[in-house]
């Protein structure tokens, strides 16, 4: 049904209202109402094209329980497969998606980088330049996503810090950055462990570098996650 299509693109209107921050109390007001629109079309066992085409935006607002803004904003869907309102967000905010996701890849949600900015410990300015020429290379919004993610997961892997700056310097193999592989390995009380394939025993690795033979249990046996 086109109801889920619809809901998703209001819930994206809301959490971009919600990154471009605009003034508090309007703001609110209208997340509540993309947010409200969205649930109700999520939850409606019918077709919302069907209801518009028997009764119009009046059908919308009766079965939505919405205001006729939302019932047009609907409606300019069904008719347009887009909205206008949609799209002008979507471009305004551009630049703020980009530092937004970049902070949420450091494990910053959007709440805590607002706070983190009105204290001065982010200089969010700082951030504007790069990510303006980040967009400017990737051609949109969500491939300079994308790419942030691949050097994200690549500099985690190896303990590396990383900036939107990062993802310039790594362009060009950007296809190629792969996250340090994690494996579990057996230890025994913090002793390496190795296995003989020939003999079929386990072998504890001593300080000195002896493979003395286990002879524990498989369960005294602890897997560790080594990067």
């Known amino acids: 049904m086109i109801n889920q299509t619809i809901a998703k693109i209001l819930k994206e209107m809301a959490e971009l209202l ?25 939850g409606l066992d019918k077709d919302i094209a069907l209801v518009y085409q028997e009764s119009g935006v009046a059908g919308i607002k009766k079965a939505l ?37 970049y902070f949420e890849t450091k494990g910053l949600s959007l709440e805590e980088l607002k706070r983190n900015a009105r204290k001065k410990k982010i200089v969010y300015s700082r951030f504007t330049k790069p990510a303006k ?15 942030i993610t691949k050097v994200a997961q690549w500099a985690k892997s190896r303990g590396l810090d990383y900036a939107i700056e ?38 504890v690795i001593s300080d000195n570098g002896e493979f003395l033979e286990f002879a524990g249990k498989e369960s005294e046996i602890e897997w560790k996650l080594v990067k």
Request: proline share 3%; no cysteine; hydrophobic share 40%.
């Open 133 to 147: 020429q980040l967009l400017e290379l990737a051609g949109s919004v969500e491939k300079a996503k994308e790419t």
């Open 65 to 101: 329980v919405v205001g006729d803004k939302m019932a047009q904003k609907i409606a300019e869907y069904l008719k347009k497969k887009k909205i206008k309102d949609y799209e002008k967000l979507k471009a305004d905010t551009a630049i703020q998606q980009i530092i937004t996701h």
């Open 18 to 42: 919600d990154i471009k921050g605009a003034a508090a109390k309007s703001t609110a007001f209208r997340k509540f109402n993309y947010q409200k629109a969205a649930k109700a079309l999520n």
């Open 166 to 203: 990062t993802v310039f310097k790594k362009w060009l193999e950007i296809d190629r950055l792969k996250p340090k592989e994690i494996v579990k390995k057996p230890f025994y009380q913090e002793k390496p462990m190795w296995w003989s394939e020939t003999k079929k025993m386990w072998y």
